[in-house]
C-alpha cells in the first residue's frame, strides 16, 4: 500500500510539473531568441540593425559598440508614423526606406506605406500617394526608386519628387508586371521580378501573363470586418490564381523599360512555340550590356542562362545545365559576376554533389574550387581581391554544417568548430561575418567572428532559454544509424522517455517530413513536442529517409518520378528496424507529419501491412495532381507524361488499404495545400468503409497559426495519440 502511494504521489508530482509543458512548447517559451542579421554597410566596418520598431542603429564591427542612431521616430518634428517594420538603405547610404502598415498577400509578398528618409535633412517622406506599394528598388546611382503597387511598375525620381508609371496593362487576374504569380512566389521563392541595370539607365523585369491559368476558390467562414461576435450569414470566397500539375502556367516574358526613351522592348527567348517555360531569376552582369536571364524548362531539368543586350536584343547562350532528373533552382542564387565581368562563380550537381565552379564569362568552366563526396549548402561570396570562397557545407556530415573558406589554389580553413549547424552572414569586405551556431542541446547563440573564425563578440547566447529548459532534465535527442533491408543507411534522432527503462516496452511515434531535398535529422536547436510525449512514456524516432538532402545528388534525386514510393519504404523500415529493440512494443508503433509527412503518414499506412497503429496527417497532398506545377512537374514531370507515376504517388488510390487509426487535419482556408486534398482522401474512406477521425480549422492557412489554435491542434493530437497508441 506504501509503495502504490509513493508511485502515486511521484507520477502525480510529474504530471504536475510538466502540465503546462505542450503549451510552452507552442506558445514559444523554448524558442531560441534571434537577433535581426547585421546589415553591412559599404565600408565593410560598421552594420546597422534596427533594434526597436522605432529606430535604426549604426554600430562597429570590430567593438561591437554603438556609433550613430542613423534614423529614430522620435528625433521627427513630425512623424506620420509611429512604427517601422523595416528598412534599406540606399546604395549611396545618404537615404533610408522604411516601411509600416504590412499587408500580405501571400506567404512572402506583402504591400506596405513606404516613405524615404533623407538622413542629413532629417526628412521623411512618403514614397507615392497613390497608394500602399510593393518591393520597392533604389537604382544604383541612388537617383530612382522602382516599386510595384496593383500589378504595374513605377518610379520615383527623388531628385525632383515626380512619380511616373512604366506599365499600364496590369491587371488582377491576368497582366503582373514584376512581382511573382502565386506559383512563382511559393516555389520559386522571390518576390521581386524586377532589376536595374548597374548604370541605373535600365530597369528589367519579368512580365507575368496568368490569362489563361485555372483560378481556385475557397469559402472564407468568418468576416474579420465584422463586429466580434456578430454572426457571418454567408461566407465569403477567395479566388486566386493556382496551376495544378499539368495545367497551364502563366506565359512569362523579358522586357526592359529604357527611361531616356520612355520604351519597353521584350526580349525574344524563343520561337511563339516555345513559350511553355519559367524565368525563376533575371540578375544583370555588372555590365548595363549584359542582362543574365535563366530560362527553365517545364519539366525543369533543363536551365539556360542566357544573356541580352538590352538595347539590341541580342541574346547568347552562356551556360546550360542538364540533369537525367531535375535541376536545382536554387543553384542560381548562388552565382556571382566578378566586377570585371569576365567571369563568375556558380553552382553545380555534375559531379554528383553541389560544389562550387568558376566559370568564364562565356561559361567555359576554368576551375572547380570545391570537391568532395558532400554538398555545398550555402554560398556566402567571393573575395576578388584575396581570391577566397566563402561558403557552408555538409562536409563533416549530413548532420552537421560548418563554414569554410577556400581560395583558388585550394587552401581550406574551417571558419567554425565543427560541431552542429552553423550559419554565416558575412559584411561587404568579408573581413567579419556572424555565426549562427546551436545543436541539439545548445540554443542559438549568434558571435560576430573575423575571416579567421576568430570571436570578437556575443551578440546574443540565449543563455535564460538554456537554462530554463536545462531545469526540466528532460531527455536529450540521441543521434543513431541504420542499414536497411535494401542497404540503405540512414540517419535519425530520438528521444526517449523520461525516467526511461530498458526492461520497459515503450510505444514510438515517428516524426518526419521526408519532402525531396528536406532535412529534419539536423543537430541544431528544435523543441517540439517529442519532449511533451517523452513525459508521456513515449519513444519518438525521426528518421530522414531517402530523398532528403546534404547527402549528394542520386541520394536526395532517388525519388524522381515516384514521389512517396522510396519514402514510404524508408518509414516502414525505420519501423521495422524500431520493432527489433527490446525497449519497443511493436504493437504500438504510429506516425505523424505536416504537408509532405502528412502524405507519408497517409502513404504509410495505407501499404497494406499492419505496421503502424496509429497516424496524424495535418495538410497533406493526397494526389499530386492537386498540386501546383511547379513542385509537382519538378519531381514528378506532367501527369500526361507519367500517368502510371502519378496514380503510383496517389494516397487517393490507396485509400482502401487503410490500416490503424487515422486523425487528419486540415486548414479550410490552406491556399497551399488545398483541403480539396482530404476532403476527397475522407470521401475515398467513407466509400471503403474505413473509420476515420478528422479535426478543420476555420480560415487556417497551411500553417495553422495562432497561439490559441496551436494550443488547441496539440492537445487534439496528443488525446488521439493517448487514445489511439
Known sequence: MKRFTLTFFLALSINLLFANLLYDITDGRFRAKSVNTPRSMSDGEHFSLMPTSKAVVKYNFKTGAVVDTIFSISRLKKSPIKSISGYEFSPNEAKLLVYTNVKYRYRRTFTADYYVYDIKRNELTPLSENGSQEVPLFSPDSRYIAFARENNLYMKKLDFNTEIAITKDGKFGSII????????????????????????????????DETKVPEYSFPLYIDNTKEKGELTTYPSTYKYKYPKAGENNSLVSVCVYDDYLKSIKTVKLGDDSDQDFYIPRIKWTNSPDQLAIFKLNRNQNRLDMILANPKSLVTKLCLREEDKYYVDYENIDFIRFSSDNLSFIGVSEKDGYRH????????????????????????????EKKQVLYYQSAEASPMQRDVYAIDTKGKKTRLTDGKGTHNASFNSTFTYFVDNASSVETPNIYTLRTNTGAAVKVLENNAAVAADFKSLNLPKKEFFEFTTSENVKLNGWMVKPLNFDPNKKYPVLQVQYSGPNSQQVLDSWKIDWEYYLATKDYVVVCVDGRGTGARGAEFRKCTYQQLNILETKDQVETAKYLAQQSYIDKDRIGIWGWSYGGTMTLFSMTTGEK???????????????????????????????????????????????????????HGSADDNVHAQNTMLFIDKLVAADKQFEMQFYTDKNHSILGKQTRRHLYTRMSEFLFRSL
Not at 562550387?356 to 573575395?383: C, E, H, M, R
Not at 495535418?618 to 501527369?639: G, I, S
Open 356 to 383: 562550387v565552379y568558376l566559370y568564364s564569362i562565356n561559361g567555359v568552366v576554368k576551375k572547380q574550387l570545391t570537391k568532395g563526396k558532400w554538398d555545398v549548402t550555402d554560398v556566402y561570396g567571393f573575395d
Open 177 to 208: 508586371n514584376g512581382t511573382p504569380d502565386w506559383v512563382y512566389e511559393e516555389e520559386f521563392e522571390d518576390t521581386r521580378y524586377f532589376e536595374w541595370s548597374p548604370d541605373s539607365k535600365l530597369l528589367a523585369f519579368v512580365k507575368f
Open 611 to 665: 505496421v503502424f497503429k496509429a497516424g496524424i496527417a495535418v495538410a497533406p497532398v493526397t494526389d499530386f495532381r492537386l498540386y501546383d506545377t511547379a513542385y509537382a512537374e519538378r519531381y514528378m514531370r506532367r501527369p500526361q507524361e507519367n500517368f502510371k507515376g502519378y496514380d503510383q504517388s496517389s494516397a487517393l488510390l490507396r485509400a482502401g488499404k487503410l490500416e490503424g487509426n487515422l486523425l487528419i487535419i
